[in-house]
């Protein structure tokens, strides 16, 4: 079955501070993505990964195929990061299978 | 920076009555893709529509749901009889493939409250 794990499900982290989300997923993929869900519920695409690591901005994104495992970091976070951070697996039938989320708060 | 736009932002329905979602998906497109968030819940896979045929559905998209594209740039999701548990955000995307995958642009997404 394929299956999409993220951890931690709820960060808090004060202003400036090095955040990482994990994501595992079961088989193999395609691709995998990191979504940003803000709270008036609008998704926005942040990366797309089929192999090592990409970076925009702040935000570095990173897998290891071998392991089955993606990360999202975020340096130096700010409190306009604040928002829920979803891993979304591409199988090779293209639709998107979604992890839980991560609710992440920011303080300053 | 392409856009999907979706259409009502939120709709309210009593439990038994139709609605229609609308989405007009990035130009040029020919794949879309359905999912719904319960308040709550992860998102969820709804139904993929490609070249003007469903490709793939999943478990949830039973027979109450339909897929059309009406007109060759709306594509809309029609609930026939709405139940109180499809209340949920429902979201189209519209993918553009990029280096070996498709990197996804969704809607902002139909509030849907059942009453």
């Known amino acids: 079955k394929n299956e999409v794990e993220q951890s931690p499900q709820n960060l808090t982290a004060q202003e400036g501070e090095f955040i990482t989300i994990n994501c595992s997923y079961s088989v193999g993929i395609s691709a995998l993505h990191w979504l940003q869900q803000h709270p008036g519920g609008g998704i926005v695409s942040l990366f797309m990964?089929?192999?090592g690591k990409k970076k925009h901005g702040r935000l570095i994104a990173t897998i290891n195929i071998q392991e089955k495992h993606s990360s999202l970091h975020i340096t130096a976070s700010h409190p306009r990061d604040s928002a829920v951070y979803i891993c979304a697996a591409e199988f090779y039938t293209d639709k998107l299978i979604f992890g839980t989320g991560t609710r992440l708060q920011v303080f300053p | 920076e392409p856009e999907v736009t979706q259409t009502p932002s939120h709709q309210v329905t009593q439990m038994g009555q139709e609605v229609i979602l609308r989405c007009v998906p990035i130009s040029n497109h020919l794949y879309f893709y359905w999912y719904r968030q319960i308040l709550g819940q992860k998102v969820e896979f709804l139904v993929s529509f490609y070249n003007n045929e469903i490709s793939e559905k999943s478990e949830i998209f039973d027979d109450q749901f339909s897929v059309e594209r009406p007109d060759g740039s709306n594509f809309t999701l029609k609930i026939r009889s709405t139940k109180l548990e499809d209340s949920a955000m429902y979201f189209c995307a519209s993918p553009r493939s990029s280096g070996g995958g498709y990197e996804q642009y969704f809607g902002p997404g139909t509030r849907l409250t059942v009453t």
């Open positions: 990964l089929s192999s």
